[in-house]
């Protein structure tokens, strides 16, 4: 039995708590792209598919006698996809 594509509810009720939008700003997707990615995996003959997306933001601080000497950041963005 197929999953419904439209699986993603209206941002007026959603519950994921702000993670629908960041996923939205961070990798310029729409709820029409990720039903459309879903429909091609499922076209296949697949029942089941995954959509997978990663943002990581990280920061470090290097102090050496209460200085800090560097401050990186790093970002990444990973998206994959299973059927």
């Known amino acids: 039995m ?3 594509l439209g699986v993603f509810p209206s941002p007026r009720t959603s519950n994921y708590g702000g ?4 996923l939205f700003q961070h990798y310029g997707l729409t709820e029409h792209d990720l039903e459309r990615y879903l429909a091609a995996a499922l076209s296949a003959g697949g029942e089941y598919a995954d959509l997978y997306f990663e943002y ?3 920061t470090s601080l290097m102090v050496d006698e209460s200085m800090v ?3 990186p ?3 990444r963005r990973d998206a994959a996809f299973a059927w």
């Open 56 to 58: 990581l933001s990280s």
């Open 69 to 71: 000497k560097s401050a």
């Open 73 to 75: 950041r790093e970002f």
């Open 2 to 4: 197929k999953k419904p």
């Open 19 to 22: 993670q629908k939008s960041v």
